[in-house]
């Protein structure tokens, strides 16, 4: 099959490039100049697909399938509460006011400019790729990701030398659970006790009555008061 | 082909490659497009038939076969209507979103060794992927329709979606982990042999994570039990209540073309895929190497295989839909947060634990006596793949939670 695309590589690669490279680039500007909250997203999924489709095109089908789960099916919780919390008419859609978009411009246009400079100044990617087998670049990275190096092979070294990055692999595993632990407890409902009648009877109760009370009940009526 | 084309025919290699992909494309969709007719037909007779009914009898003579294409042709001639307050790209474009998304996964889905639209060394994953796109579409119609029925529809598809993808994702990384590799095609060649050979008996937790995929991909493509996004007696129609038409039927195109697409799914990783419960090829003394044209006839074999065991699927969950009651939307989500998560959870630990430990077996040559019979199409497949598949748990892991 792979041959076969060679063949073919002057025409479909740099057509199909083109395609989706025009595509993703066109819906992106659709996310900017769209002013419903929904068709944004819509955008913002067809923008991302394409930019899928790019890495499919160039052979990385790993991170293309990872960009349709994480990104893709990420704008999808991100359609979801764009249609909750939009779906009243006077949120439907969304204006940016003219000096917000002469200052995203100038925003846009700077890092446009920046990342080009930065991207031409590389001298392995001015060549021409087509036709050049480079080596795979997917399986070594994911096997240094689970702590095996097979592109540096540990030479005499001792065991664990060469852990690849395993390590920190797992710390951005643990904050990202971090985050996560963390954006539930921000987000978690803040229930306000409404106190039961033995506890309102209490309440009224004698304070020596109240005092004498150790823990239990009368502390944990107060720190859902507190709340 | 696309060599065979561009090299005995003579065509310009852009001509060759366009009319091969052509090609492959019109083929998936006709087992989209036709199956659905063949499996609407079948349902409305499996419906019929538990329900102490006949079902369709006149149309097209006996059984009522050409019942579906009757329909067809009655919504091509409905009137396309869209609702006054809609917001009309948005309602127009949902059907061709869902339907897009059903058929994106069908690319990566072999039906016998080679028969592929494009083998993928990622494959399940793919597939997973572009199935979970297929909820946009029912989002945005139900959005778009403005009325609240619809709406309704898609934030319980949307929530439900979302949910089952946790279990799914665990149920379809244990394969994954015993063959070593993505890769749908090695993983259903590693299978090959008896049936003993299939995931679905390599030790007792696959055969738990089995019932739990059903379960998972029964909710994923939002068939009853768990069909909550067109519950007809409380939401009217659901998501699709506002459509007519062909655009409604792309709705159901999607729909059917997704159930054979998780049974086919099943079958590719459960169950042996286009390898037999005999191997009958091997026994009969044809296997691979004994020329293109009998290689040939032997995928077609399995295909015809594969599309049985996807299509046994499929009336599987027919007979459920028409056996179970609904499920209400709180019961949908214990179902998938309290019961299928940790059991899949457990059962991956499980079947990573035995394949650590009694990787052969619990006797080895005893409980799956037959291991060494291969079709031989394949030989020696894994190897080098065999390495990459842990990130991979873990990336579906991550992504779930």
Known sequence: MTGGIMIAAVNFHTLLFYLFALLACGFAVGVVVADNVVRMALYLVLSLGATAGLFFLAGAEFIGAMQLMIYVGGTLVLLVFGVMLTAQAPFVSIKTSAGDRVLAGIVAASLLALLLQAAFSVEAWRRPGLGEEGPPAATPLGTALVGVRVDEPAAGAPAGVRSGYLLPFEIVSVHLLVVLVGAAYLARAKRRRTPRAIEVAASVAPPSEMRRRTTGSASALAAGGAR | ?401
Not at chain 2, 176 to 195: H, N, S, Y
Not at chain 2, 269 to 298: E, H, Q, R
Not at chain 2, 365 to 376: N, T, Y
């Open chain 2, 1 to 401: 082909m696309a060599d065979f084309l561009i090299n005995s025919v003579g065509l310009p290699p852009w001509l060759g490659w366009t009319v091969v992909a052509g090609v492959a494309a019109a083929l998936i969709l006709n087992v989209i497009a036709g199956g659905a007719l063949v499996f609407i037909w079948a349902e409305r007779k499996i419906a019929a038939r538990i329900q102490d009914r006949l079902g369709p009898t006149r149309t097209g003579g006996r059984f009522g076969w050409l019942q579906s294409l009757a329909d067809g042709i009655k919504l091509l001639a409905k009137e396309d209507l869209m609702p006054e307050g809609a917001d009309g790209l948005l309602f127009r474009i949902a059907p061709y979103v869902s339907f897009c998304a059903s058929f994106c996964a069908f690319i990566a889905l072999p039906f016998a060794f080679d028969f592929v639209g494009q083998r993928l060394n990622v494959g399940v994953f793919f597939v997973v992927a572009v199935l979970g796109l297929e909820v946009f579409g029912v989002i945005l119609a139900g959005y778009a329709s403005a009325s609240k029925w619809s709406l309704f529809g898609a934030m319980r598809e949307a929530a439900q979606v979302v949910s089952y993808e946790v279990p799914l994702g665990m149920c379809v990384v244990v394969p994954v982990m015993l063959a070593g590799t993505m890769d749908l095609v090695t993983i259903a060649e590693k299978q090959a042999g008896w049936f003993t050979n299939w995931y679905l008996f390599h030790d007792p937790f696959t055969f738990v994570v089995f019932w739990v995929y059903v379960t998972c991909a029964v909710a994923s493509v939002n068939r009853a039990p768990f069909d909550l996004a067109e519950a007809e007696s409380e939401l009217v129609a659901g998501f699709h209540t506002e459509y007519s038409g062909l655009r409604w039927s792309f709705f159901f195109m999607a729909e059917y073309g997704s159930m054979f697409l998780v049974s086919a799914l099943a079958a590719v990783l459960f169950l042996g895929g286009w390898n037999g419960p005999i191997p009958v090829a091997k026994l009969l003394g044809l296997s691979g190497g004994t020329g293109d044209t009998a290689n040939y006839f032997l995928r077609l074999l399995g295909m015809v295989n594969l599309l049985g065991k996807a299509t046994l699927g499929v009336l599987v969950m027919m007979w459920i839909r028409w056996t179970l009651p609904r499920l209400r939307i709180d019961q949908v989500m214990t179902t998938c947060l309290k019961y299928c998560t940790p059991i899949a959870a457990v059962m991956f630990a499980g079947a990573m634990l035995w394949q650590l430990f009694l990787p052969g077996g619990v006797v080895r040559g005893v409980a799956r006596p037959a291991g060494e019979i291969r079709e031989g199409w394949l030989e020696g497949p894994g190897g080098a793949a065999a390495r990459p598949a842990p990130p991979a748990a873990k990336a579906v892991a991550q992504v779930a939670s």
